[in-house]
């Protein structure tokens, strides 16, 4: 369709906005309860290296109440500025005032990139943002890169099911928002001595003007260690059988203290919770061991776990796609293999700790 055919607000919203005026890669600095979200960290290290081929520089966004402690993380991260809001009214996360004063720091500072964490804040957030500066948003980005030719952010994700890899470019509007999901980009080193400037704003808006209140958090109980914080992942899937044959995935993942995750299949079957599932629509991790128990390998699951350090597969099927995507395999029945590794794992451990 060609510009004289669109309705006139169309038109408007695609005309280029002096795309020039925009510069630099500003990071929203998630937290809640006074702890940041470590994505942020992710996205600032992931915003570093964007920042090179677009010589910018990269701002971390921080609004909240009392924060003050939390731009020096940033800078230590890799950001260069922390553009700060302080407001009671910003305690805690809510939609209509958060939203209100990220609009107005776009509207005043014009990042060309704007990145947020696909979290339930970072998600709700970003689409609010989005929708109100009439730009483009990319939801959980698998990879960004920047165009060298045009400059723009080449934003891919997966699409159509996890089927094909869309790679999708705002051309005409800014900035170009994109959210990345937890574990998707390293956590960058720290710099201890890195250090950066704090730009302040006033934000002006009073409680009666905000419809939600904040009333208490309630943590969510998980099973054994939350899958974000663990080093080692032991996951089962339908090759596990039922809810007994995941009690054998607990029991090693209990041997090494790690993590209990597993596929689709096996969630959809109701042998496990859903907060354990590993992939496009569960959780990605990125620990330093995952081990993969009676799962094929599909896309959607490869998806959640590829990064990981170390991924071993047990599997009975020799040509299961699970085999390309690990650095070691076990051909076998996990009835058999997965009890006997608990034992030596066990008596491993054992051993160490009786050791003087
Ligand atoms: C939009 C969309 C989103 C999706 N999101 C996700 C997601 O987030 N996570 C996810 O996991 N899936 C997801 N899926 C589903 C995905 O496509 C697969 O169906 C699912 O991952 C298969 O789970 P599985 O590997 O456990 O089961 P299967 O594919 O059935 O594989 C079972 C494996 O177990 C092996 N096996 C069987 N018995 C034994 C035994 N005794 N010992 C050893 N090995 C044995 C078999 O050889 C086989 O390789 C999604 C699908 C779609 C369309």
Redesign the pocket.
């Known amino acids: 369709m060609s510009p004289g055919e669109m309705k006139p607000e169309v038109a408007q919203a695609m005309a280029d906005p002096a795309k020039s005026q925009y510069k630099g890669i500003w990071v929203y600095l998630e937290h809640a309860e006074k702890t940041p979200a470590p994505v942020s960290w992710e996205l600032i290290g992931e915003a570093r290296r964007l920042a090179k081929d677009l010589k910018a520089e990269v701002s971390a966004v921080l609004l909240g109440h009392d924060v003050k402690a939390m731009p020096e993380e940033a800078f230590a991260y890799g950001a260069d500025r922390v553009y700060l809001v302080q407001s009671p009214v910003l305690r805690d996360y809510r939609t209509r005032p958060y939203a209100r004063v990220a609009v107005e720091l776009v509207e005043k500072y014009h990042p060309e990139i704007f990145l947020l964490g696909a979290t339930a804040q970072g998600r709700d957030l970003a689409s609010t943002v989005a929708t109100k500066l009439a730009t483009g948003l990319t939801a959980d980005c698998t990879s960004l890169d920047i165009d060298q030719e045009t400059k723009d952010l080449r934003q891919t994700r997966p699409a159509f099911?996890?089927n094909i890899m869309a790679t999708i470019l705002c051309r005409h509007r800014r900035p170009q928002m994109s959210t990345v999901r937890p574990h998707i980009m390293p956590m960058p080193e720290r710099e201890e001595d890195r250090h950066g400037e704090v730009v302040e704003d006033e934000f002006q808006m009073a409680e009666e003007e905000v419809a939600e209140k904040v009333l208490t958090f309630v943590r969510k109980k998980t099973e054994g260690i939350p899958l974000e914080q663990a080093d080692i992942v032991v996951s089962g899937?339908?090759?596990t059988?039922g809810a007994e044959g995941m009690d054998k995935i607990r029991r090693l993942a209990e041997a090494l203290g790690a993590a209990v995750g597993a596929?689709?299949?096996?969630v959809s079957n109701g042998w496990i919770g859903q907060d354990h599932?590993?992939?496009?629509?569960?959780q990605t991790v990125r620990p330093k061991l995952y081990i993969a128990?009676?799962?094929?390998?599909?896309i959607?699951?490869l998806a959640?776990m590829q990064s990981s350090e170390l991924i071993v597969a047990?599997?009975?099927?020799p040509k299961?796609p699970?085999f390309e995507a690990s650095d070691y395999g076990l051909v076998?029945?996990?009835?058999q293999v997965v009890p006997a590794l608990t034992k030596a794992f066990e008596r491993l451990i054992e051993g160490q700790e009786a050791r003087p």
């Open positions: 099911g996890g899937g339908r090759g059988g596929s689709r299949a096996a599932q590993v992939g496009q629509t569960g128990c009676g799962i094929s390998g599909s959607q699951h959640g047990i599997n009975k099927d299961a699970i076998g029945d996990l009835h």
